[in-house]
């Protein structure tokens, strides 16, 4: 974990996450707490993700995602480097689809 990101503020939000029970209530929190552009960038974010995860080229994910060379390889970075959350994430996906 990343010590700079470690604040009482911080963990503040993710309990408030945490507090969120459906889909709707993300859209409504999330509405209020990001900018557009903001919510558009995390879910970009993720679906890079998604796809390199299943060995999609720079271009491919470039293009269907609109995603900048940049920000794929920074999520490829996190995907390979980081803390493991992505992985944490679709393994939970995962088990849920299956269910």
Same mark, same amino acid.
């Given at each position: 974990? /990343?010590?700079?990101?470690?604040?009482?503020?911080?963990?503040?939000?993710?309990?408030?996450?945490?507090?969120? %029970?459906?889909?709707? %209530?993300?859209?409504?929190?999330? =509405?209020? !707490?990001?900018?557009? /552009?903001?919510?558009?960038? !995390?879910?970009?974010?993720? =679906?890079?993700?998604?796809?390199?995860?299943?060995?999609?080229? *720079?271009?491919?994910?470039?293009?269907?995602?609109?995603?900048?060379?940049?920000?794929?390889?920074?999520? /490829?970075?996190?995907?390979?480097?980081?803390?493991?959350? *992505? %992985?944490?994430?679709?393994?939970?996906?995962?088990?849920?689809? =299956?269910?």
């Amino acid at each position: 974990m /990343n010590k700079k990101i470690k604040t009482a503020a911080v963990d503040y939000l993710f309990d408030a996450i945490l507090c969120l %029970e459906n889909k709707e %209530e993300c859209y409504n929190f999330f =509405e209020d !707490l990001c900018t557009v /552009n903001e919510l558009l960038s !995390l879910s970009q974010r993720f =679906e890079v993700a998604t796809m390199l995860r299943e060995h999609k080229t *720079y271009l491919e994910i470039a293009e269907k995602t609109g995603a900048s060379t940049a920000t794929i390889s920074r999520v /490829n970075r996190s995907l390979n480097y980081g803390s493991d959350g *992505y %992985e944490l994430i679709f393994e939970r996906l995962t088990k849920k689809e =299956e269910s």
